[in-house]
């Protein structure tokens, strides 16, 4: 199992840009499909994106294409969101998974067993 630590998260303007990070413990971290989720107050938690084991393969929700990219570095155990064109909208808590690869369909929450703990994005208009 690999535990989470997630950082970057904050107050910024609409049309702003942030950057999360994702901090894993654990030698098996580069084995890993690795996702980012968010959840507003009120509703699920929703899948933002996802990057394969080797990085080859990402997945993007349509509300975030074109503005959010998702990438990893295995040698630093670290996986990243790059968050630009920030809208009102994307305000959640934000958390990192780790987990199995979606194949075919698209990630689902069921498809990670370790979460980190969140770190809230607030996107003020």
């Known amino acids: 199992q690999v535990q989470l630590v997630e950082s970057g998260g904050g107050l910024v303007q609409a049309g702003g840009s942030l950057r999360l990070s994702c901090a894993a413990s654990g030698r098996t971290f580069s084995s890993y499909t690795m996702g980012w989720f968010r959840q507003a107050p009120g509703k699920e938690r929703d899948v933002v994106a996802a990057?394969?084991?080797?990085?080859?393969?990402?997945y993007y929700a349509d509300s975030v294409k074109g503005r959010f990219t998702i990438s990893r570095d295995n040698a630093k155990n670290m996986v990243y969101l790059q968050m630009n064109s920030l809208k009102p909208e994307d305000t959640a808590v934000y958390y990192c998974?780790?987990?199995?690869?979606?194949?075919?369909?698209?990630?689902?929450?069921?498809?990670?067993?370790?979460w980190g703990q969140g770190t809230q994005v607030t996107v003020s208009s």
């Open positions: 998974a780790a987990g199995s690869f979606w194949g075919s369909r698209s990630p689902h929450s069921t498809d990670f067993r370790s």
């Open positions: 990057i394969s084991w080797s990085g080859g393969n990402t």
